[in-house]
């Protein structure tokens, strides 16, 4: 059975933090865990990068040109966690990048048993809160919250995903 994390979060990351992704990219390859990713400057390109460097496996969702499928179920999904403007009045370009971040979720198929394990993002602030301005991390970690998958935001449980991760086989 594959295993597939989120490896996500924002183009600001600090430093430290993406060196920290780097590191975990490489090690989730090594334990055969799949990276699911947006391919973004900061978080996701620092993940990949580790993942890359083991030769690890990923699915990258590549914001450049957004040419993979519309499917109902994601936007489906998708409208239940804009919270502060409704997916239905967003523009085309916006519901894909939105649509994006539920494959990195659960892939492109919805297949139940190939959803993420887990997401560990950076953003700044809590991505449940209305109002927050975390980008289109706050839209993965809100449908991994829905769908009771844990998340580990490393700027506030950094200890937290090192003890989870520990637990890895």
């Not at 450049?64 to 085309?92: I, Q």
């Not at 809590?126 to 991994?144: C, F, H, L, Q, W």
Request: with cysteine; aromatic share 14%.
């Amino acid at each position: 059975m594959k295993r597939y994390y989120a490896g996500i979060g924002s183009r600001s990351t600090p430093t430290s933090v993406l060196e920290q992704m780097n590191r975990i990219g490489s090690y989730m390859g090594k334990r055969s865990y799949i990276l699911r990713s947006g391919h973004a400057i900061g978080a996701d390109k620092a993940f990949e990068d580790g993942c890359d460097v083991i030769g690890g496996e990923k699915e990258i969702w590549h914001p450049e040109g957004l040419f993979f499928p519309l499917h109902e179920w994601a936007l489906d999904l998708a409208s239940t966690v804009c919270w502060e403007y409704p997916l239905e009045k967003m523009k085309g370009y916006t519901i894909k990048l939105i649509t994006r971040n539920m494959y990195q979720i659960f892939g492109e198929d919805n297949n139940d048993k190939e959803h993420v394990d887990f997401v560990v993002y950076w953003c700044k602030g809590d991505p449940m809160e209305k109002g927050n301005k975390s980008g289109g991390t706050r839209y993965a970690v809100r449908i991994a919250n829905e769908y009771g998958i844990p998340t580990y935001n490393l700027r506030t449980e950094s200890k937290e995903f090192a003890d989870f991760i520990r637990t890895l086989r």
